[in-house]
């Protein structure tokens, strides 16, 4: 994302005394500092729906992974046609949104050399952690360390557009496992 962030993963990397078991660089999605065949697996967790080249990013992905290892996927994918507002989590305006269906996912992932064997939603886990965080906020103001620090002031509007998506059955988190042929 930006040097500061990379530099913030470090202190907090510190902090939990975990800096030898984590590296942290600044690269394109579609073009990674990395050879061939190097990770033994990979995870994207909410990072789609802020890419445009999902294809070449997936074909990146399938380049530095060993053959056989798995590559997880958790995003927030469309799942009916209807309209969801902005501002989100990963968009403030629609040139920014890059939310798509699983079957375009999929679609990719196979294009890009990977078998998907799994696939699940995640509406109900969602809702129900969103709602348990919301409430808690509410309750005890918002923690220490979160999400809201890199969103800032617009964190609320953005969840309750997320959440009025989920709600009306328009988006939701989805979980793929695909394994690199």
Not at 136 to 163: C, D, F, Q, R, T
């Amino acid at each position: 994302m930006t040097d500061e962030f990379v530099s913030v993963a470090e202190s907090l990397t510190q902090l939990a005394k975990l800096e030898e078991r984590a590296q942290f660089r600044k690269a394109s999605a579609v073009e990674m500092p990395f050879g061939a065949g190097t990770f033994d697996g990979a995870y994207m967790l909410h990072v789609g729906m802020n890419l445009a080249d999902k294809a070449g990013a997936f074909r990146e992905v399938r380049r530095v992974l060993k053959a056989g290892t798995l590559f997880t996927v958790y995003d927030i994918m469309r799942t009916s046609e209807g309209a969801f507002l902005l501002p989100a989590p990963w968009a403030v305006t629609p040139e920014t949104s890059f939310v798509e269906t699983p079957a375009q996912y999929r679609e990719a992932l196979q294009a890009a050399g990977f078998l998907v064997e799994r696939e699940r939603g995640r509406r109900a886990f969602a809702i129900e952690a969103t709602q348990r965080a919301m409430a808690l906020a509410a309750e005890s103001g918002a923690p220490a360390l979160g999400l809201h620090l890199l969103i800032g002031e617009k964190m609320p509007e953005m969840v309750k557009n997320m959440m009025a998506a989920m709600l009306g059955g328009v988006l939701e988190p989805v979980e793929m496992f695909a394994r690199a042929a």
